[in-house]
Protein backbone atom coordinates (compact mmCIF):
# COMPACT_ATOMS: atom_id res chain seq x y z
CA UNK A 1 0.00 0.00 0.00
CA UNK A 2 1.53 2.79 -1.33
CA UNK A 3 0.85 6.17 0.84
CA UNK A 4 -0.54 9.43 -0.07
CA UNK A 5 -0.19 12.89 0.74
CA UNK A 6 -2.64 14.93 2.79
CA UNK A 7 -4.42 17.37 0.98
CA UNK A 8 -4.86 20.19 2.93
CA UNK A 9 -7.11 23.25 2.11
CA UNK A 10 -6.61 26.60 4.02
CA UNK A 11 -9.48 29.02 4.90
CA UNK A 12 -8.84 32.45 6.73
CA UNK A 13 -11.39 33.05 9.77
CA UNK A 14 -11.63 37.27 10.07
CA UNK A 15 -14.31 38.66 12.11
CA UNK A 16 -17.51 39.95 9.74
CA UNK A 17 -18.83 43.00 12.46
CA UNK A 18 -21.28 41.43 13.50
CA UNK A 19 -20.34 39.26 15.97
CA UNK A 20 -19.26 36.45 13.40
CA UNK A 21 -16.92 35.49 10.85
CA UNK A 22 -15.83 34.95 7.14
CA UNK A 23 -14.44 32.30 5.84
CA UNK A 24 -11.84 32.60 2.55
CA UNK A 25 -10.30 29.81 0.86
CA UNK A 26 -6.82 30.34 0.37
CA UNK A 27 -5.75 29.63 -2.79
CA UNK A 28 -1.88 27.67 -2.60
CA UNK A 29 -0.53 27.59 -5.77
CA UNK A 30 1.66 24.07 -6.44
CA UNK A 31 1.69 21.31 -9.36
CA UNK A 32 -1.31 19.99 -8.89
CA UNK A 33 -2.99 23.40 -9.46
CA UNK A 34 -6.11 22.52 -7.12
CA UNK A 35 -4.99 25.46 -4.38
CA UNK A 36 -4.52 23.14 -1.95
CA UNK A 37 -1.36 22.32 -0.13
CA UNK A 38 -0.28 18.57 -0.66
CA UNK A 39 1.77 17.11 2.30
CA UNK A 40 2.73 14.49 4.28
CA UNK A 41 3.46 16.66 7.57
CA UNK A 42 0.11 18.59 7.56
CA UNK A 43 0.51 21.33 10.32
CA UNK A 44 -0.95 21.37 13.77
CA UNK A 45 -3.33 23.69 16.30
CA UNK A 46 -1.19 26.10 17.24
CA UNK A 47 1.63 26.54 14.40
CA UNK A 48 2.37 29.50 12.96
CA UNK A 49 3.18 29.63 9.08
CA UNK A 50 3.26 31.92 6.26
CA UNK A 51 0.68 31.33 3.28
CA UNK A 52 0.58 33.35 0.34
CA UNK A 53 -2.60 33.27 -2.56
CA UNK A 54 -1.99 32.87 -5.50
CA UNK A 55 -4.73 34.80 -6.72
CA UNK A 56 -3.83 37.44 -4.14
CA UNK A 57 -7.77 37.61 -2.77
CA UNK A 58 -6.29 36.85 0.42
CA UNK A 59 -3.08 38.87 2.01
CA UNK A 60 -0.13 37.03 2.17
CA UNK A 61 0.48 36.62 6.19
CA UNK A 62 1.70 34.78 8.58
CA UNK A 63 -1.56 32.40 9.80
CA UNK A 64 -1.92 30.75 12.96
CA UNK A 65 -3.81 27.01 12.95
CA UNK A 66 -6.94 27.52 15.24
CA UNK A 67 -9.10 24.27 14.16
CA UNK A 68 -8.76 21.48 11.36
CA UNK A 69 -11.06 18.84 10.63
CA UNK A 70 -10.23 15.58 8.64
CA UNK A 71 -11.96 13.80 5.51
CA UNK A 72 -11.19 10.32 4.30
CA UNK A 73 -12.12 8.42 1.47
CA UNK A 74 -15.63 6.06 1.84
CA UNK A 75 -15.02 2.60 1.01
CA UNK A 76 -17.10 1.59 -2.36
CA UNK A 77 -16.94 5.29 -3.14
CA UNK A 78 -15.14 6.66 -6.64
CA UNK A 79 -11.92 7.77 -4.33
CA UNK A 80 -11.93 4.46 -2.51
CA UNK A 81 -13.17 1.62 -4.99
CA UNK A 82 -15.02 -1.86 -3.71
CA UNK A 83 -11.76 -4.73 -3.93
CA UNK A 84 -9.57 -2.21 -3.24
CA UNK A 85 -6.86 -2.14 -0.70
CA UNK A 86 -6.51 1.63 -0.13
CA UNK A 87 -7.76 5.03 -1.62
CA UNK A 88 -6.43 5.96 -4.72
CA UNK A 89 -5.74 9.75 -3.07
CA UNK A 90 -4.75 10.88 0.71
CA UNK A 91 -7.19 12.49 2.96
CA UNK A 92 -8.04 15.73 2.91
CA UNK A 93 -7.81 18.20 5.70
CA UNK A 94 -9.20 21.49 6.12
CA UNK A 95 -7.58 24.12 8.55
CA UNK A 96 -8.96 26.97 9.98
CA UNK A 97 -6.16 30.06 9.92
CA UNK A 98 -6.09 33.48 11.37
CA UNK A 99 -3.86 36.36 10.67
CA UNK A 100 -1.52 36.50 13.94
CA UNK A 101 2.33 38.55 14.33
CA UNK A 102 5.16 35.87 13.81
CA UNK A 103 7.85 34.30 15.92
CA UNK A 104 9.81 37.03 16.57
CA UNK A 105 6.59 39.57 17.52
CA UNK A 106 8.29 40.72 20.85
CA UNK A 107 11.59 40.98 20.48
CA UNK A 108 13.48 43.27 22.19
CA UNK A 109 15.20 46.65 20.73
CA UNK A 110 18.13 46.26 23.79
CA UNK A 111 20.93 44.25 22.68
CA UNK A 112 21.24 40.58 23.40
CA UNK A 113 24.12 38.98 25.56
CA UNK A 114 24.86 36.86 22.86
CA UNK A 115 25.76 39.26 20.23
CA UNK A 116 29.51 40.68 20.31
CA UNK A 117 28.48 43.79 17.85
Known sequence: ?????VRCNFY???P???GKFHYDLISIAGLT????LHTFHPPVIGDRLPLVDEFGQVPSAVYRVIERCWLHSAYGSAL???????PKVGPT???L??????MFRDESDLPSPFRRD
Do not use: K, Y
Open 93 to 95: LDI
Open 16 to 18: SGD
Open 97 to 102: VEECDG
Open 33 to 36: NNGS
Open 1 to 5: MEPHP
Open 80 to 86: WPHGTPS
Open 12 to 14: VRT
